[in-house]
């Protein structure tokens, strides 16, 4: 069973293809399906791959096709669409084989872009949209979730819910979330009816953010690469619901649709320690769009993700 994230985001060639060498597992969803995260993972570990030394990772985009069972393995097959001196561009398409019917089903399909490293003409970089503390001076999620247990702020019913639904991702890596955020002090949206600093913003201009790092060593570039896709993958679905009084249950479905990442500083170390901030830029039409930048502690930015999801009102059975 793996226990670390290199091992989580791991890969074993078969012929022209790589295979997950475990089975994925789920996170911020109650159905039997996996968190998105690993397909997302998974195909850039593969295209990392098959990347000649020298290339570094500069954007991956993709559509989510259907859920990734976490009942078998993840199939990623790279394909270089092109190759030149400074480029190389690998569609990746993520497939399951169904255990019952034996058919293999399209999961996801991924562009994957990487660039030889250039010299800068200019260096500069936003910064996160307000202050938050460093994360020395955060308390770490364990701790954070077992004093407001101890507070009687939630209950272990909730704290049992919280566990099942973000266990995994304390189990990988470590996440001190920042006291001035709304998901920090709302418990992940758990705690709808908490009224938070941000009260009075407009949705747009509500924000939530944590430090993390990887828990366990990472060896390559592909496995740090993994790594980032994996984790910049967290909250984003969810996220207006968090920041608007909202969970799970007040919605019929609320999922990833597509992604994407863009990396701003070659060969990221995720296991040193890094702020991520999540704010949402849109909601309506039964989807939202949220967005999730990365800095290091120098206060570089990183990388950032965008994602547009579906947020579908629940049914009349649902509701009643």
């Known amino acids: 069973m793996a ?38 993972a998974l195909a850039i570990h593969a295209a990392s791959k098959s990347t000649p030394d020298g290339f570094h990772l500069y954007s991956a985009f993709g559509h989510y096709l259907r859920p990734v069972s976490i009942a078998t393995n993840v199939i990623c097959t790279p394909v270089k669409l092109r190759q030149s001196k400074s480029f190389i561009t690998y569609r990746v398409a993520v497939e399951q084989n169904d255990p019952s019917t034996g058919r293999v089903h399209l999961c996801m399909e991924m562009l994957a872009d990487f660039h030889r490293d250039e010299p800068s003409v200019l260096a500069f970089s936003s910064e996160p949209t307000r202050s938050y503390s460093h994360w020395r001076d955060c308390v770490p999620w364990n701790q954070l979730v077992e004093d407001w247990v101890k507070a009687g702020k939630i209950s272990e019913p909730q704290f049992r819910a919280f566990n099942t639904l973000f266990g995994l991702s304390r189990d990988l890596y470590e996440g001190r979330p920042c006291p001035e955020g709304i998901t920090t002090q709302n418990m992940m949206g758990l705690a709808k009816t908490v009224k938070t600093s941000q009260e009075e913003l407009s949705p747009t201009a509500k924000s939530s953010a944590d430090w993390l790092r990887v828990k366990h060593p990472l060896q390559t570039d592909g496995e740090q690469m993994a790594s980032l896709g994996f984790i910049m993958d967290g909250v984003l679905s969810f996220l207006p619901l968090a920041h608007n009084h909202m969970f799970f249950e007040d919605v019929g479905v609320c999922s990833s649709l597509d992604f994407a990442l863009r990396v701003f500083k070659p060969q990221p170390k995720m296991d040193e320690w890094h702020l991520r901030e999540v704010i949402n830029h849109h909601a309506g039409n039964g989807r939202t769009y949220s967005e999730s930048k990365l800095w290091d502690e120098g206060g570089n930015l990183v990388a950032s993700m965008t994602q547009q999801s579906i947020l579908r009102v629940p049914t009349k059975a649902a509701r009643m």
């Open 3 to 40: 226990t670390t994230l290199a091992e989580h985001v791991s890969l074993q060639k078969v012929h022209d293809h790589y295979v997950s060498t475990h089975h994925p597992q789920k996170m911020g969803n109650s159905a039997p399906i996996a968190y998105g995260g690993y397909a997302i």
